[in-house]
């Protein structure tokens, strides 16, 4: 993946308000990672964990979405 121009859709789901989930797996073990595109040039990547389940949890997608709203104010007051 890290000599890729871009990510095959195998590996990336659009979760909801600009919110994406990175698949990634390593061994037996299956983990997502939330990120999102920041003016569409910068990958910014939140909170991950390990997938046990079929469907992604919604408390992690919930924290997600608290995170990028805390990017977004910490931006938009020049706090990054």
């Known amino acids: 993946m890290e000599t890729q121009e871009r990510l ?5 789901k ?9 698949r990634i797996e390593y061994g037996s073990n299956i983990y997502r990672v939330f990120f999102i595109f920041d ?3 910068i990958v910014v990547l939140f909170n991950g964990f390990q997938k046990k389940t079929q469907k992604t949890p919604k408390q992690e997608i919930e924290k997600a979405l608290k995170i990028k709203e805390a990017y977004y104010a910490d931006k938009q007051n020049n706090r990054l």
């Open 8 to 12: 095959p859709t195998k590996f990336v």
């Open 14 to 22: 659009a979760i909801k308000d600009g919110l994406f989930e990175l």
């Open 39 to 41: 003016d569409g040039q």
